[in-house]
């Protein structure tokens, strides 16, 4: 695991007034998930769901805290990528990213598989919704989906969903002026995004 400077999605996944189930996401594109719903730490498990990172302009690192929502047959893993403390950067090419987590009870596993070996998630499992971002399902063999933001766009905020409409900070890089004296930050660099998924709970 890398570094991790989000905070950590901590949940209560069967409402019983005691957590048990962690979601993280760090610095080198990864998200995990970490089941303590035993009560010795020494019987908790951790598993590397995704590796979505990578190096040039696959060095996506995540920031911020993942959303999750939970359904019947899988809980959704939402966040965005997006270095907020090089907002000028443009070389990396940032996402936002739903997650399938099928596990859904208090017993985790890895969600992909390969000639029936479970496995890390990669892009390749996950259907790009970027050309079209307003079809009607995903089918359900595949594991998520992702959205590809523009140049130089960041997600700089920690996802959250109210009644199927998942929200976001984004930033896109401030114009340069000539010279590249940076036009300073205003308001227009940092806009919400609502993002409106439908899904069976
Ligand atoms: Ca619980």
New binding site residues.
Partial sequence: MASVPADLAV???????????IYAADTKGNIWRVDI?DIDPANWQSFKLAALGGSGADARKFLNKPDVVFGADYDAVLIGSGDREHPFENTVTNRFYMLKDTHVG?TGGLVCATSGTDRTCVENDLVDVTGNPYQNAVASVEKGWYLTLAAGEKVVGNAITVFGTTSSARTVPPRLKRGCAAVPWGSEAVRSWLLGWNRDL
């Fill in positions: 949940l209560d996944r069967d409402d019983d007034g005691n957590f048990d189930r719903n208090l």
